[in-house]
């Protein structure tokens, strides 16, 4: 069951891409992919986060959202702003592969 009243944060979901400047010149900048979306922001308890750092490079926070077809262009390297922090996407999890909830395990992109 999708819990929709804590899906009440926005993020923005980016793509690290290469255009060129008016010179004609390569400029690698991000564009957003798809639109802004809500998002239920999970931080990990302690547990969860030792866990996570077996799993995976470093985990600091989930963000889960509904599933919708934009999703499928969604990889890991991409990013995530929220609260104007950005965050790595290292996974995306399609919940119990019912195409109604996607969890993103992210971390924090240094400033």
């Known amino acids: 069951m999708i819990r929709i ?21 390569p400029v ?10 809500w998002a239920e922001v999970v931080p990990l308890t302690a547990k969860e986060f030792i866990t996570a750092k077996q799993l995976a490079s470093q985990i600091d926070i989930i963000f889960r959202t509904r599933w919708t077809p934009v999703i499928l262009l969604i990889k890991p390297k991409m990013k995530i702003t929220y609260n104007n922090q950005d965050y790595n996407i290292e996974s ?8 109604r909830v996607i969890e993103f395990l992210c971390s924090k992109i240094p400033v």
Not at 5 to 25: V, W
Not at 28 to 37: A, E, L, N, P, Y
């Open 92 to 99: 995306a999890i399609n919940v119990q592969n019912k195409n």
């Open 28 to 37: 690698r900048t991000w564009v957003v992919v798809g639109t802004t979306r």
């Open 5 to 25: 009243g804590k899906m009440n944060k926005r993020i923005t979901i980016s793509n690290f891409t290469q255009a060129a400047n008016t010179y004609g010149e």
